[in-house]
């Protein structure tokens, strides 16, 4: 599902953000990217859904190359992907559901099915009860809930999550968390971005660290290469 | 294209202080444009009064048969450029001269035998009337064997050419230069809504929204300024017509308003001058994020 082959990233002041980065993400897998702040994380995460481009090296997301994305191909890309962040990115002057509409709205889907399609992802959430409410009157953990409908709400491949809990007191973040691995039960990809150590610790999921741009820690291959040791 | 429209129309109402600006800048720039056209319309109209005396006067030697002249009027008719030619024969030209020249009239009534000669008189048509035509005429009228002498205002024909021509270009100049003023007006102001809605345009490029997608609210919010600015300029522009026609004591009570076709110029005018400015600012933003 997500290919990075070698891949160079580098600022315009000629710095280096991410540093031969090679790792593949396959069907059904959840992955941490694990590291401290300014370590490549985010950079990552926006060459996957191509806001950036890689300086040298292969970005392939979805049987996309991001390196030869035509202008026209990056809507349709992202509307493989679903991503959250960490600032929720809602619309204040709209519900949750008009908030996960517009979402679907802005990509032409029939208008016939939209609500339909909304109480369902907002259900899978926990928030069909407060589907009229404004992220003013929502919590936290329940603002980053609709974030994270409104990524679902066009049945993503791959579901991206940029310090998702990053805002969240603890209790919020556990449920945040549980949602993410139950979506990821249901076969869509999660690639979760987090410095949260004690959040990781607690499962046996994949864990990429980085540190200063490169990959320092890839648990499927450092754990491959202990068991033929 | 419902969501279009409903995103276009949310925007004045989400904005109304920002929505007002923008119509009333794109008014106000319209206005003037069309204060300058009004003005430049009845310099015209004025013009076309005085184009209307333009004339050419061939005076006939004494003792040519009549018919000739008759045959040679229905020739010079003929002209492409020609509206109509008269015949003032020498009795009907002194009977003009006793009325009009007050003065002498004495003087022609005393008189036994008639001094003034007969002329042809040649009235050219709308658009003909510039210099190089009437000399063009006359020139043709000297060809006539019994014509003795073409006269015309040569002096006045060029000098009113070329208060034509400056009218003009001063028009064209002043209102090209009033239009970018409002299409950058248009552009800043279509600029600080779409600063207002970066984060929706965000998250419209997150989800997969096509840029022809995300401009089309903006596009229509900047024509449908556009076209309420053109209604509300031509408002001004007939309140300030009629001030100027009623508070000038009459001197300018033959001043004319703009036709409905001028008047669907100007709007449609607006409505291109808020697409351009919208179109300049949504693509400006679009390549920066």
Known sequence: MIRFGNVYKAYPNGALALKDVTFHVSKGEFVFLTGHSGAGKSTIMKLLFAEQKPSAGEVRVSGYNVNALKADDVPRLRRRLGVVFQDFRLLEDRT??????????????RS???????????????LSAKSRAYPRELSGGEQQRVAIARALVNDPAI???DEPTGNLDERATRGVFQLLRDINAGGTVVVMATHDLDLVRQTSYRIIEMREGSVVYDSQVDEAQAETK | MKLLTREALLSFRRAPLLSALSVTTIAFSLFTVGLFGLVALN???ALRGLEERVEIVGFVLRGTPSE??????????GFPEVKDVSYVSEEEALQRARNELVEFRDAYRDLQVNPLPASIEVRLK??????????????????????????????WVQKLDSLRNITGLVGLVIGLAFAAV???????????????RAREISIMRLVGATNWFIRGPFLLEGALKGLLGGFLSLVLCYAGYLLFRDKSGGTFAGLVFFDPEHMVLIVIFGVLLGLAG???????????V
């Open chain 1, 96 to 109: 949750a559901e008009e908030n996960i509409a517009f979402a679907l709205e802005v990509i032409g889907a």
């Open chain 1, 112 to 126: 016939d099915t939209i609500a339909a399609r909304v109480m369902r992802v907002l259900t899978q959430v926990g």
């Open chain 1, 159 to 161: 579901l991206l999550a």
């Open chain 2, 43 to 45: 310099l015209r109209q």
């Open chain 2, 68 to 77: 000739a002249i008759a045959v040679a009027s229905q020739d010079i008719s």
């Open chain 2, 126 to 155: 709308d658009g003909f009337r510039d210099a190089a035509t009437v000399e063009r005429v006359a020139q043709r009228l000297r060809g006539f064997g019994f014509i003795d002498d073409v006269r015309y205002g040569r002096e």
């Open chain 2, 182 to 196: 409002a299409v950058v007006i248009i552009g800043v102001t279509i600029r600080l809504t779409i600063l207002q």
């Open chain 2, 278 to 288: 919208s179109l300049v600012s949504v693509g400006r933003h679009l390549k920066h």
